[in-house]
Nanobody, 123 residues
Framework: VQLVESGGGLVQAGGSLTLSCAAS????????MGWYRQTPGKQRELVAVRTNTDRVNYADSVKGRFTISRDKAKNTVYLQMNSLKSEDTAVYYC??????????????????WGRGTLLTVSS
């Protein structure tokens, strides 16, 4: 599975942006896809995840502002981000889980990652 993110950039606080993640390869093996983000010196954290059964989960910090969706025909997952804050500044990574047990110990486990796309929110 290969994942390619796009859509990052510079946006003002309060603005909106949509990230895209295009999947290729053995896409039928994917059970869940998610967006994560990471800032220097911190661990990668979950932003939003969507399973093949259309269950979605969001980090508390983005609930009500971000929406994860997918276009099956395009093999693409999106992250619509509204009301952006400076603390949303990070490198955003797309992940895909192909293992059946992708939710372990209260967290999702991804098997594949994209290279990331940088979002900078200016205040």
């Amino acid at each position: 599975v290969q994942l390619v993110e796009s859509g990052g950039g510079l946006v003002q606080a309060g603005g909106s942006l949509t990230l895209s993640c295009a999947a290729s390869g053995d896409i039928l093996s994917i059970n869940a896809m998610g967006w994560y983000r990471q800032t220097p010196g911190k661990q990668r954290e979950l932003v939003a995840v969507r399973t093949n059964t259309d269950r979605v989960n969001y980090a508390d910090s983005v609930k009500g502002r971000f929406t994860i969706s997918r276009d099956k025909a395009k093999n693409t997952v999106y992250l619509q981000m509204n009301s952006l804050k400076s603390e949303d500044t990070a490198v955003y990574y797309c992940g895909a889980a192909v293992r059946s047990e992708y939710y372990v110990g209260g967290r999702y486990v991804m098997d594949y990652w994209g290279r990331g796309t940088l979002l900078t929110v200016s205040s």
